[in-house]
C-alpha cells in the first residue's frame, strides 16, 4: 500500500469518526417520541435510549488515556470505531426498548474511546506550532456536529425512519476504519504501566452517577429519591477519587498535572465553563422555539443550525492570528461577545421575527468561533507527549461534565419558574439564557487570568506578541 503523510491520514479519520460520536449524542433526541411510539411506551421510558448512552461515556472516557500508553492509539482508536459502528447497525435493528437501550451502551463505550483518544493521536501528530490548524479542524467536528444534530435527525426521522439515525453511521465508519486500518501508524511506544482498577472504579461509577442526576434532575425534579442519592453517591466517590489519584504512582487520571501545569488548568477552566453557557444555549434554544414559538423540530434546527457557520467561518479567520495574538487577545472578546449575545436571547418575545433569531444563533457561533480554538490549542502548549493521552482524558471529562451541567442548570432554573402570564414559559426561558450569559462572563473573568506567554510552543517564533499580562 502506498503511505500517506499521517498529517492528512490522522485528520482524516479523527473527523469522521468523532462526528459520528458526537452527533449521536444530538441526533437521538429528535427521534425520541417516535421512538416510544414505536415500542409502545411512555415518552419519559424513551429517555433511557439517552441516559445509557452518556452513562456509558462516562465510565469508558477516564480510562482513554491508559488504553491509549498500553495498547498504542491506533489500536484502541480503530477497536473504538469498529465498537461504535457495530453497535450503531444493532440500534437501527432493535425491535425492543430493552435491546435499544443495551445497544447504546455498547455504543457509548465505543464513543467515550474515540473522541479523548482521537484528541491525542492528533496532538501527538502535530507539533504545538502546527496545532492552531489542526485544533481548527477538532473544533469544526465538534461544533457542526451538535449543530446539525436535531436537523439531521429532524429530516431521517420524518423522511424514511428513525432506525436511520443508527444506520446512516454504517457507511461512513466503516470507511473510516477501512482507511484507518491500511493508512493509520501503530506508535511504538507502549508503556506497560500498571491498571489503576480502584481509579477506573471511582471514575466510572462517580461521573456516571453524576451525569444520571445531571440528566434527570431538571424534567423530573432534584427531590425524586434516585436523583438525590446518586447526585450524593456521585459527589463522594469524586472527592474519593481525587484523594486517591493524588496519592497512587500510576494514576487513572493524572490529577496533578491540573496542580502543576498552570495552562491546562485556567483553559480546561474556561473550556468547562464555556461549554456549560453555549451547549447549554443550544439545548435551550430548540426547547424555546418547539415549546413556546411553536416550531416543528426541523424548523426548529433550521433555525439554529446557522450558529455553526458562524463557527466555521471564524475559525478561518482566528487560525490565522493565532500565532501572532495569542489565547487571550481571542478569548476575551469571544466570551464577552457571547455574554451579550445570549442576553439578546434573553430579550426574544412571540412576535420577535425569525430571521433575527437566526442573526442571533449566527453571532453566537461567530463568538464562540474566537474562544474554541486558543483555548485548545493554549490548553496543550506545554504538557509532554508522554502524558499527551492522560491530559486528553481530563479534558475530554471535564468538557462532558461542563456540558452536563450547562444543560442541568439552565433546565433547572427554566422548570422552576414555570409558565408566566406573558407566554407559557417566556420568562422562565428568558432566565435561562440570562444564567447561560452569566456563565459566559465567569469564563471571562478565568480568561483573564491567561498568560500568552504560557502559549508560546504553540505560536510561531517571529509572531510571538511579548505577554502583557
Known amino acids: 500500500m502506498p503511505k500517506l503523510s499521517q498529517k492528512i491520514v490522522v485528520p482524516v479519520v479523527y473527523v469522521a469518526a468523532v462526528f459520528m460520536s458526537i452527533l449521536d449524542s444530538t441526533v437521538v433526541n429528535v427521534t425520541l417520541p417516535v421512538i416510544a411510539r414505536r415500542f409502545d411506551v411512555q415518552p419519559e421510558q424513551g429517555h433511557a435510549v439517552v441516559i445509557g448512552y452518556l452513562l456509558s461515556l462516562a465510565v469508558f472516557m477516564p480510562a482513554s488515556g491508559w488504553l491509549a500508553e498500553r495498547f498504542g492509539v491506533k489500536r484502541v482508536f480503530l477497536t ?139 424534567d423530573r425534579g432534584w427531590t425524586q429519591p434516585d436523583v438525590i442519592v446518586t447526585g450524593l453517591l456521585g459527589v463522594a466517590l469524586l472527592t474519593t477519587l481525587v484523594r486517591v489519584e493524588l496519592r497512587v504512582p500510576g494514576p487513572l487520571l493524572n490529577l496533578r498535572l491540573v496542580g502543576r501545569n498552570r495552562p491546562f488548568r485556567t483553559h480546561s477552566v474556561v473550556t468547562i465553563l464555556n461549554s456549560g453557557a453555549f451547549l447549554g444555549v443550544l439545548y435551550l434554544m430548540p426547547q424555546f422555539l418547539q415549546t413556546v414559538r411553536g416550531f416543528d423540530p426541523l424548523e426548529s434546527g433550521l433555525t439554529t443550525f446557522p450558529e455553526a457557520l458562524g463557527v466555521v467561518l471564524c475559525m478561518q479567520l482566528v487560525a490565522r492570528i493565532y500565532p501572532r495574538v495569542g489565547p487571550r487577545r481571542l478569548q476575551l472578546p469571544g466570551l464577552l461577545g457571547l455574554a451579550v449575545i445570549i442576553c439578546g436571547m434573553a430579550l426574544i418575545g412571540l412576535d420577535t421575527p425569525r430571521w433575527q433569531i437566526i442573526a442571533l444563533m449566527f453571532a453566537a457561533g461567530v463568538s464562540v468561533g474566537f474562544v474554541f480554538l486558543p483555548t485548545q490549542t493554549a490548553a496543550f502548549a506545554t504538557v509532554p507527549a508522554e502524558e499527551l493521552g492522560q491530559a486528553s482524558a481530563l479534558y475530554n471529562v471535564g468538557r462532558q461534565l461542563g456540558s452536563a451541567g450547562g444543560v442541568a442548570g439552565l433546565s433547572t432554573v427554566v422548570a422552576a419558574l414555570g409558565s408566566d402570564g406573558d407566554g407559557p414559559g417566556l420568562i422562565a426561558y428568558h432566565a435561562g439564557f440570562f444564567t447561560a450569559a452569566t456563565l459566559a462572563l465567569l469564563a471571562a473573568a478565568v480568561a483573564i487570568t491567561t498568560r500568552d506567554a504560557d502559549a508560546a510552543p504553540t505560536m510561531r517564533p517571529r509572531e510571538r506578541v511579548a505577554d502583557r499580562g
Open 80 to 218: 473504538a470505531l469498529a465498537l461504535f459502528v457495530a453497535a450503531s447497525g444493532l440500534c437501527g435493528l432493535a425491535m425492543s426498548l430493552p435491546e435499544l437501550v443495551v445497544f447504546r451502551v455498547v455504543q457509548g463505550a465505543g464513543g467515550g474511546l474515540l473522541v479523548p483518544v482521537g484528541m491525542t493521536m492528533v496532538l501527538r501528530t502535530f507539533a504545538p506550532v502546527e496545532r492552531p490548524r489542526a485544533t481548527r479542524l477538532m473544533n469544526l467536528v465538534t461544533i457542526l456536529a451538535p449543530a446539525s444534530g436535531p436537523v439531521l435527525g429532524g429530516l431521517l426521522t420524518v423522511r424514511l425512519s428513525w432506525r436511520y439515525v443508527f444506520l446512516v453511521n454504517l457507511p461512513i465508519g466503516a470507511l473510516a476504519f477501512l482507511f484507518g486500518l491500511l493508512f493509520l501508524h501503530q506508535t511504538s511506544d507502549v508503556v506497560a504501566r500498571r491498571f489503576d482498577v480502584k481509579g477506573f472504579l471511582l471514575s466510572g461509577f462517580g461521573f456516571a452517577a453524576a451525569v444520571y442526576s445531571l440528566s434527570e434532575g431538571p
